[in-house]
């Protein structure tokens, strides 16, 4: 049963943006608290919070892709 869970923690976690990993390293905290932050926050907001989850999702993917990350001057 453990194993079942880690398996879909690890596949939301490959395929869900790193949201939640990426706001954990700016404000210095567990991926793990944040992602319950926003799991409480769904269930107080009646989905709310996901929807902010998502926007946010969006807006990282969309930053990665205007500011992509070149490692020499000739990856022009």
Known sequence: MQDRMYQIRSYFERHGFYVSSRFADKLGMRAKNVRLFFIYLSFATFGIGFAIYLTLAFLLKFKDM??????SVFDL
């Open 66 to 71: 205007i500011y992509a990350k070149r490692t």
